[in-house]
Every structure is written in structure tokens, then in C-alpha cells.
Nanobody, 114 residues
Framework: QVQLLESGGGLVQPGGSLRLSCTAL????????MGWYRQTPGNERELVAS???????IYTDSVKGRFTISKDNAKNTISLQMNSLKPEDTAVYYC????????WGQGTQVTVSS
């Protein structure tokens, strides 16, 4: 069994910042198999940030320069630092990991509004 526990969501004003964290409980093959997705009502869940097989961060175009994905191998944790937030970043954010199937965190709401 592998579980993903997320934290860090909340309400911020445009231009503000939030930091999301996701900890994997149980053994996973590699922290590089973890990543971040987001989803808004009625839309597909989209990939926001992930790692290449060698551990290099990969971002969707809309967040490049504003979001940073990082990892802490000792804590089995990945984080998503979100700066210069925009209203269109509002979504439920999910972390995930490939472990013979897709395992998802519970989701955390990020709302960017004035």
C-alpha cells in the first residue's frame, strides 16, 4: 500500500504565493515518479509539474517561471512552490505517483481571488 498525503492549499490574492507538499507513505520505486496535477470543474485533470527519469523538473507552459517543483529524498516528499499566482491557477491540486497504477493524493484546494 502506498498513500499520498497533501498539504498547503488555501486562499490567496492574485500575485501571492503558496507552497504545497506531498509525502509518500510506503515504499515507492523512485521519488522521480511523483508529480503534480490540477483540475477545475468540468475539465480534464492536467499535468502541472513532474520529473524526468533523471530527476530534471518539467513544467506545463502556463506555470513556467512561476512554479517550482522540488524533492526531499530523505522525507519522501515533493513540494510545489507557487509564486505570482493568477486566478486561472485556481483548481484542486493533486500529487500522484506511479506504483503499478496511478496513486493519487486526496487533493487540496487552491483559490486565487481578490
Amino acid at each position: 500500500q502506498v498513500q499520498l498525503l497533501e498539504s498547503g492549499g488555501g486562499l490567496v490574492q492574485p500575485g501571492g504565493s503558496l507552497r504545497l507538499s506531498c509525502t509518500a507513505l510506503g515504499n515507492i520505486r523512485s521519488i522521480n515518479l511523483m508529480g503534480w496535477y490540477r483540475q477545475t470543474p468540468g475539465n480534464e485533470r492536467e499535468l502541472v509539474a513532474s520529473f524526468s527519469s533523471s530527476g530534471t523538473p518539467i513544467y506545463t507552459d502556463s506555470v513556467k517561471g512561476r512554479f517550482t517543483i522540488s524533492k526531499d529524498n530523505a522525507k519522501n516528499t515533493i513540494s510545489l512552490q507557487m509564486n505570482s499566482l493568477k486566478p486561472e491557477d485556481t483548481a484542486v491540486y493533486y500529487c500522484n505517483v506511479w506504483h503499478d497504477r496511478w496513486v493519487w493524493g486526496q487533493g487540496t484546494q487552491v483559490t486565487v481571488s481578490s
